[in-house]
């Protein structure tokens, strides 16, 4: 049995239309919310969605984009006006029905786009699907608006062995990890670009997820890594694009581990777990532990030398669970846990021969 779910302005609206479908098979549920029908939909996945073109925002036409990531949505207006013209000349290619709405004209744009099979499948893996969906959607809407491919008839430069990402960090209530974008062959984005692409994924996240943080983004220089390959491994979902002359991939990987800061005895400086502060790797900021025995602080590892796993696990057994960084170098701090995160999980990546 396909199933539909119904989006009118109001439960009362085209009973008939409604009784018709349910006789002729189809399980219909009915909502005349926009965000409960995105819930709905992420978490029964029903084969269509009809929807009154009273039920979409003049100004958040993304909300409709959220929708058509997920399921077919069709349209339909039960009046001709000039709210509908525009709906529908803005969102061009989408199946919309004009009055008069009869039951037979529902069945039939029905069966018509159960022929075409033109509903969206987002893929997704190994995170609560609701929050991948919604952000997958609303990440692909973000690059839609953003990327403008040139019109040269050239092939545009993919993406394959990279040594320089761009990254910044997502944090909200239910949901925490990393937007990371290749493009082209070490390509660089342009800081007014990516800020216009975290401004528009602050819009649309924010009706979604609370205590939204978007963190400044940051270029990275990594080991080489084939990032499309990668990205498919272990990220919980990656949108393409093409921008100007050359391919942008995004791709984000969750993360929970939040590093709490907390207080320092020493004023100019703050506390952090001393898990956030990767072995083996060159810290571009002083690491200071404290001796509460002397009362003192002790520089242990200066800016541009290494802070061993081997010293790391040494505090750890004799107690230590935190050091002491300055104010002013939180940033470098937030650079170093992005790229270790990178490039631990690149390391872990094994392509295949």
Known sequence: MKSILFLKKTSQQLPDIERYLESRGFKITVMTEIREAIQFITDQRPDFALMSTDLIPQRSLWLFGVLHQLTQVILFADRISAKNLA????????????????????????????????KHVVEVSHLDKTHVWIMSALADLALKALCKPTSSGTPAEVVSRVTKV????MQTTKLAGYFILAYGQNRKLENSWMSKLQDQLKQFLASFEDNLVIEDSDELIIEEVQFNEWSRDQANFIRQATHEEAELVLAFFKDPTQMQIQPSLQNDCVEVGIEHIQGDRVVNFDVYIYLPQNARFVLYTPRGSTFYEDQKKKLVNDGVRSVHIHKRSLDEVRRHRARSFIENSAASFHPSL
């Open 87 to 118: 709906v529908s000349i803005e969102l061009k290619g989408t199946y919309l029905l004009e009055p008069p709405l009869t039951p037979l004209g529902f069945e039939q744009i029905l069966r018509r786009v159960e022929r075409e099979n033109r």
């Open 166 to 169: 761009t990254c910044f960090r």
